[in-house]
Every structure is written in C-alpha cells, then in structure tokens.
C-alpha cells in the first residue's frame, strides 16, 4: 500500500517540529515534506521583506500541493502557518495552536488580524491540537468546534529523559529556554546574585541561544557571578538530557506558556521545577507540592522559594518522584504520537468517504 504522505507547514529546524514529524513517520508510516518561510525573523527589513514572502507564499504552497499531492496538510501556529494551510485548498488540514492563545504579544498593532486569521483557520481545519488543557479555554471563548480538538501533548521520549540521582550539596540549576526578553533570563540572573550575597554555592546553566546572550553574559559579569554561570549557547537536543541530568532545580520564567516540552523533559530526568505562576505552568505544578510557582519577575521570591527548595530535601525528592511517574503516565511520546498518528488515519479515511 502506497504511504500517506504529509505536507508540513512551519518551521522546521525546531526541536518541537522534529518531535512532531518524527513521531508521525515513527508511529504512522507517513511521508513528511515540509514547507517554511524562508527569510529570518531577525531585523526590521528581513520583517518587511518576511511578510512579503508571506503575503505570497499561498501561491507556492499551492503549487507545492500540485506537485507532490499529499494527502493532508498539518501546521503549526494558528495565526501563521495554520492560516496558510487554511488557504492551501487541501481537504484534510490539522492545525496546532502553540501558544496559550497564539494571539501574541497582546499590545500588537497586528493583533485584531490575527483574531480574524485565526478564527479562519479554526473553522477551516479539521482537526485542531491542543497540546495541553491551558489551550483549550481560549478556543471555547471564540467557539471553536471541539469535537474538532485533540488535547494531547506530543510527548517526550522517555528513554532519552532518563531520572538520574543528584546528590550534590549546592544547586546546580539549569535554564533551557530561548535567549529572547520574555523568558525573563535576566529575573534569574538578578535571583542568583541574591543567593550569592548570601554565601550561598551554586552553579547555574544557561542553555540556548537567542536576541538576549550578550546582553546575559554581560548582566552575569555585572553581577559578579560569571565564574558561576555557564551558557553553552545551542547545543543538539540529544546532548540535553545529560545536562538536565546533572542539575538538581530546573527554572523557567516565561511570562506567557501554551504547554512546555521544556518542562516536561525536566521532569523525567528528575529536576525539581521553579516556574513563573503562569496559567501555562499552573496545569501541571501545584506550589510547593511537586514544584515552586513564581510571580513573574518577583526576583525576591525566586531567590526564597530555590533556598526553600534546596533545603527541603524530602519535600523535593518526593516531587522528583511523582513528576517523573507524572510524564510517563501523561507525556509519553511513544503513546502520544501513536494516538495522534491513529488520529490522522482515521481522519483521512473518514475524509475518503465523504
């Protein structure tokens, strides 16, 4: 039998993507091509210069289509790519809201047309993921159809995030999201310096790259805690779980957070999670029962709650072991991605029939 084969709309270096696309070649047999802008992100020109391209792209993804015929189209962001797969004319499109509602930052000029281009988008897929509970309020708000919805994280591989014993006597504490302002780097930084005023031991690992890493690595040195900082800048996904192994404390900061792989693969490797107390992060951690939840940029109380946690011993070990049984029965990706490459089956054949 021919394989299905699927065209993928977004960016697809992400780790996120490549979990996605993995699992449904792993899992359902598909053939994955992929679609993604072409120009960066990274100046006022390229912006210019990338809405154009966009402006365009649903003639190139229409050709594509021609071309290669595949037999569905699944994208990711509701307000970018979701709404060309909205536009690209194929009879089965899933789409993925990524963030808590996709419609940011909320002060956008552009924000009224993203409400408009996502609701299209909504209304013209088939499918709809929810990678998390968190997600679903916002589309219940607008009246998206949910028997339109799956939510279902995609999972993370359980054999790679493997738990592991940190008995060290100080933190070790490690950071691994994007170097950009709204992960709040910089709250951290300021956190740690009061734990170093404080005569208290630790080492502290920034993992990542982004608009943010100078900016960091001088905010460290002013600080006078760079000796006790490290930034690996990007390192490959498969080199992560043996960081996150050597750590104790895993923090996040995000002021806004649709369902966090990040998240979940510190928790399978036994890392006790201070996250910002954020709608997001308040799904899966209860304060100071299987982590700590911290107002966002309250560096006073980050600085509290991670001496709290470190010197809690008993209180942490028993959160490492219930989050870890807590990805395996919730955030398996082996399980994960084969319910939601059943689903796309199911979806096409139903699609046949009509």
């Known amino acids: 039998m021919k394989k299905r084969k699927i065209l993928f709309l ?10 996605w696309m993995k699992g449904l070649k792993e899992f359902g047999d598909f053939e994955i091509i992929t679609w993604e802008l072409k120009t960066p992100n990274n100046s006022k020109l390229n912006r210019f210069k990338r809405i154009a391209e966009y402006f365009f792209s ?37 789409i993925a809201q990524q963030g808590r509602t996709d419609l940011w930052p909320e002060s956008s000029v552009l924000y009224p047309f993203k409400k408009f281009i996502q609701k299209y988008a909504f209304k013209k897929a088939h499918l709809i993921h929810a990678w998390g509970p968190v997600m679903t309020i916002s589309m219940r708000e607008i009246g998206v159809d949910m028997n339109k919805v799956l939510v279902i994280p995609k999972g993370i591989d359980l054999t790679l995030f493997s738990p592991s014993i940190n008995n060290s006597n100080k933190i070790e504490a490690i950071v691994t999201r ?9 709250s951290i930084l300021k956190a740690f310096a009061i734990l170093h005023k404080k005569g208290i031991d630790f080492s502290l690992t920034i993992v990542g790259d982004g608009t943010r890493l100078q900016f960091l690595k001088d905010l460290s040195k002013e600080l006078q805690i760079e000796n006790k900082v490290i930034f690996t800048g990007r ?28 998240l979940f693969e510190a928790m399978a490797c036994n890392c006790y999670p201070v996250v910002s107390d954020i709608p997001g992060n308040q799904s899966w951690i209860k304060h100071r029962e299987n982590g700590q939840l911290i107002e966002i ?58």
Do not use: C
Not at 82 to 91: D, E, M, T, V, Y
Not at 178 to 186: F, G, I, T, V, W
Not at 236 to 247: A, E, M, V
């Open 10 to 19: 977004g960016e697809s270096y992400r780790a996120d993507a490549i979990t």
């Open 178 to 186: 994007s170097l950009q302002p709204e992960y709040r780097h910089d």
């Open 58 to 94: 649903p003639i190139s993804i229409r050709k594509i289509i021609r071309q290669e015929k595949p037999d569905m189209v699944i994208a990711e962001r509701t307000t970018s790519y979701g709404f060309l797969a909205a536009l690209s004319g194929s009879k089965t499109i899933a």
């Open 297 to 354: 940029d309250n560096i006073e109380m980050l600085a509290e709650e991670l001496i709290w946690s470190f010197e809690n011993v008993q209180s942490r070990n028993n959160a490492i072991l219930e989050n870890r049984k807590f990805v395996e029965e919730n955030a398996n990706y082996d399980i994960n991605m084969k319910v939601i490459a059943d689903k796309y089956h199911e979806l096409l054949d139903s699609r046949v029939i009509i």
């Open 235 to 262: 390192i490959p996904n498969t080199d992560l779980p043996k960081l996150l192994q050597q750590s104790n404390i895993y923090i996040s900061m995000p002021i806004t957070e649709g369902v966090s792989a990040s």
